[in-house]
């Protein structure tokens, strides 16, 4: 009987320290959606996203460098999730299209 007491009070601690810390990951996770979704999208015609070679739509890349299966949502700068528009490393407070693609494309 006090054998079950104790692994029903170890349960309960145990899930409520998680429950305790995925608190503050929800919040900063809600808080970088709220963030994101402040963000403008960057267009093709801003100066970096020329310097970069910069798309929307990978598919209609045409660039020595692009692979096909290339997309900003697979680059390792990509931090959308799977969002449709996200934010990446290198382009400061522009959102970039997940299905788009840039010369610096680098291996996720
Ligand atoms: S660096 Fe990556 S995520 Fe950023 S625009 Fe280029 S391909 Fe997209």
């Given at each position: 009987m006090a054998d079950q007491i104790n692994k029903?009070?170890?349960?309960?601690?145990?899930?409520?320290?998680?429950?305790?810390?995925?608190?503050?990951?929800?919040?900063?996770?809600?808080?970088?959606?709220?963030?994101?979704?402040?963000?403008?999208?960057?267009?093709?015609?801003?100066?970096?996203?020329?310097?970069?070679?910069?798309?929307?739509?990978?598919?209609?890349v045409e660039h020595r460098r692009y692979q096909e299966g290339q997309i900003c949502g697979n680059c390792a700068l990509w931090r959308g999730g799977d969002d449709e528009w996200g934010v990446c490393q290198i382009i400061p407070g522009k959102l970039v299209a997940r299905e788009g693609w840039c010369n610096a494309w680098v291996q996720g």
């Open positions: 029903g009070r170890r349960r309960f601690l145990k899930t409520t320290a998680l429950g305790a810390a995925a608190v503050p990951f929800t919040g900063l996770m809600l808080q970088q959606q709220v963030a994101r979704a402040d963000l403008p999208r960057l267009s093709e015609d801003d100066d970096i996203a020329r310097s970069l070679d910069y798309k929307h739509d990978a598919t209609q």
